[in-house]
């Protein structure tokens, strides 16, 4: 059996200094898919930051390669003054990877049907469009592990589609996806219902107001 | 690494991006100064050296609050937080561009604007080598205070209240540079002050501002 490319144990979540999720128990195999399902604010985003290593952990592990992860949220990380291009050949270069060939921009921006939109400013795309360019992002980032917060907002059902195929071409080379989504995506994976993950009320982590920093 | 300070680059000098404002700033103060406080060449040119500088400092404010807060809002900087590059290097970086982008174009226009206030001659090739020195200084506070005040809503203000108090040093020792330049005595200890401080600050700075990126990104 192969290793689990993250793994959490015990891993407390916390928001503003309070633990949202206690005793977080996940594991993510390559070529396997997890949906978290939960109502808002049941701490879906506040767990894909903390897996992200955008907010540290109130308490427990999670293993995970170095640089293996790559993190989607509602803002796409584009600047609207530099074109579809330009935004991903930046992503690329930052993340140390080929701008051109197989795994370039290129090919990223086949895949959610932007070669078109090249060269337009991404001040000039729309909601869905802008969207499908901060997707086209995780193929140029290379990393197998994909944390994706609500990643179909403002698809049509085509592109929710092409998103989908996208997902599974990145599991049948061997990543992982954990996508918090209310939408059903057509995958073949668990789902994961992190309510049962709820941390008691009103208790603040070790008595020390974090949320003051 | 150099993706980063090329785009930032490239985003300053495309529509909105803001190069070209602190030194219009910059060339509006000094051109305010006589109508303030007459046009005596003598009186001008005993006042020079410290207007100039503290126009350049003012205008290097003005842009400091686009370091960190437009990465912010688009999402970019929690990105760039999961990229392999570290944070330390990113906020250098920006600092870096920050002082490519609104700095050095200041440099190089202040012996012009120091012709305007009757700077004398001598004084001319220290006011440059004293912004010289000194400019990456307040780009590194600058970044640093940006990177503290980054989540906050309007926080440019803040901002100001919190850098200028750090810029005091700065300021007191550039300008003597300056002033001494003009007169004619030896400026070399206060500008191995300024340079020092440069020096330290460039070092610094950048770790304490990927510090405070961490905690305002949480």
Not at chain 1, 20 to 34: F, H, I, Q, S
Not at chain 1, 164 to 178: I, P, S
Not at chain 2, 93 to 99: C, S, V
């Amino acid at each position: 059996m192969s290793k689990p490319l993250l793994h959490t144990s015990d891993l407390t979540c916390l928001r503003g200094g309070v633990p949202v999720l206690d005793n977080v128990a996940l594991r993510l195999m390559p070529g396997a898919a997890l949906i978290l399902r939960g109502p808002n604010g049941a701490g879906k985003t506040t767990l894909l930051r903390t897996l992200a290593g955008l907010q540290p952990p109130g308490a427990g592990r999670i293993d995970a390669a170095p640089d293996s992860l790559t993190y989607a949220a509602h803002a796409d990380g584009l600047k609207p003054m530099l074109t579809a291009a330009e935004n991903l050949t930046f992503w690329a270069r930052i993340h140390g990877q080929d701008v051109r060939g197989e795994s370039g921009i290129d090919t990223a921006l086949a895949a959610l049907n932007l070669t078109e939109l090249r060269d337009r400013l991404a001040a000039q795309m729309s909601a869905g469009q802008k969207r499908r360019l901060g997707l086209a992002r995780l193929l140029v980032t290379g990393r197998p592990v994909w944390l994706l917060d609500e990643p179909t907002v403002s698809l049509d059902a085509a592109s929710v589609m092409l998103f989908a195929q996208l997902v599974r071409g990145h599991l049948a080379t061997g990543g992982a996806a954990l996508i918090a989504t209310h939408v059903d995506l057509g995958l073949e994976a668990e789902t994961l219902d992190i309510a049962r993950f709820r941390a008691a009320a009103g208790r603040l982590a070790d008595g020390f107001d974090e949320a003051f920093l | 690494m150099r993706a980063l300070l090329l785009r930032d680059l490239r985003l300053a000098v495309r529509a909105g991006g803001g190069f070209g404002l602190a030194l219009a700033f910059f060339l509006i103060v000094v051109v305010l100064i006589p109508f303030a406080v007459g046009s005596e060449a003598a009186r001008l040119a005993a006042i020079a050296p410290g207007v100039l500088w503290l126009g350049a400092l003012l205008a290097c404010l003005l842009s400091l609050d686009r370091i960190f807060a437009l990465d912010f809002e688009d999402g970019s900087l929690d990105l760039l937080a999961c990229a392999p590059i570290p944070l330390e290097a990113v906020a250098a970086i920006k600092a870096l561009a920050h002082w490519l982008v609104t700095a050095l174009p200041l440099v190089l226009a202040a012996p012009l604007l120091g012709l305007m206030l009757h700077l004398p001659t001598p004084g001319q090739p220290w006011l440059v080598i004293s912004l010289l020195a000194g400019t990456p200084a307040l780009s590194a506070i600058g970044s640093f205070g940006a990177a503290l005040t980054v989540g906050l809503k309007r926080g440019g203000l803040l901002l100001s209240l919190i850098v200028l108090p750090l810029y005091v040093p700065t300021l007191i020792f550039g300008a003597e540079v300056a002033r001494r330049g003009a007169q004619g005595l030896d400026p070399v200890t206060p500008l191995l002050l300024l340079g020092g401080l440069s020096l330290g600050a460039v070092a610094l700075l950048p770790f304490a501002a990927a510090a405070a990126i961490r905690i305002n990104l949480r």
